[in-house]
């Protein structure tokens, strides 16, 4: 009867990762632009070591692949914040430096005077440089992605010069993995690699922001189902322990 315990302890095991990631999908349902990427499967490998060339444990087989479903896109009226359309991501400058993307578009103008995401990562234009605004500029951005300055002493009108335009990549034939930082980079590759360009044009939609990817119904659910599976796992060490102490009150001598 160990060998159920055995096999039952591993599953729990095993599964406590996929259980962190859905709690971290419930806790980032707000959060701008997040996307889901973790899926989990188990599947069976036989125990090595002596004593173990019977057993069977169960290990988790995971694919963390970045899913670029569409969140609910809210309209906000702010010049600098925009949504990245269909499988588009932006390309921004992580804390070490190195290129990486992110779904984020709620934009601001920092202290220098540069172009950065909400989370602060500086963000990269076309030519791989940051985008400088000049102080007291009004900003707008196009729907291409073209960043304009407009003087605010001019009139109205008076359209603006570019100062960068958004590197804005199209991930649609790109897969891309999670960073440790949260932004994504082209999965089985180097930190840094740059997304090569898909089949769809990039663009972007001024004046709203993305929301999460996560439905919180099927979340739950998710979340529901693995704990089923939690106290089935449970219940099967408790029985096979009972079973266990009735064989051995069977093989006990009688007086």
């Known amino acids: 009867m160990d060998r159920l315990a055995f096999t039952a302890a591993a599953a729990i095991t095993e599964q406590t990762i996929a259980r962190q990631h859905m709690v971290n999908e419930l806790a980032n ?4 632009g997040f996307k889901r990427s973790y899926d989990m499967a188990m599947q069976s490998i036989t125990a ?8 069977i444990q ?54 220098n005077g540069t172009l950065e995401t909400g989370t602060g990562n500086l963000v990269r234009g ?19 992605g073209n960043v304009e300055a407009r003087d605010p002493g001019l009139p109205p009108t008076t359209r603006g010069q570019t100062v960068g335009r958004l590197m804005v990549r199209d ?10 930082d949260g932004l994504f980079q ?35 659910v998710r979340l529901m189902d693995h704990s089923r599976s939690f106290e089935q796992q449970i219940r099967i060490i408790k029985e096979s ?13 009688t007086t």
Do not use: C
């Open 241 to 253: 322990r009972q079973i266990d102490e009735s064989g051995a009150t069977m093989l006990r001598p």
């Open 48 to 55: 090595e070591g002596p004593g173990f060339s019977s057993r």
């Open 126 to 144: 076309e030519g791989g440089g940051t985008i400088n605004v000049p102080p007291g500029f009004v900003i707008t951005i196009n729907p291409d």
């Open 171 to 180: 991930a649609g034939a790109t897969p891309l993995e999670r960073r440790a």
């Open 58 to 111: 169960p290990q988790a087989a995971a694919k963390d692949i970045i899913r670029l479903e569409g969140g609910t896109v809210m309209g906000t009226g702010r010049s600098l914040d925009v949504a990245m359309n269909g499988n588009g991501v932006l390309g921004v400058s992580a804390e070490d430096g190195t290129l990486a993307y992110t779904r984020r578009g709620d934009l601001r103008v920092n202290a």
């Open 186 to 220: 082209v999965s089985g590759q180097a930190p840094g690699a740059a997304i090569p360009g898909g089949p769809a044009p990039s663009g972007v939609t001024p004046g709203a922001l993305e929301g999460s990817n996560v439905t919180v119904v099927n979340a739950m």
């Open 29 to 32: 349902m707000s959060t701008v």
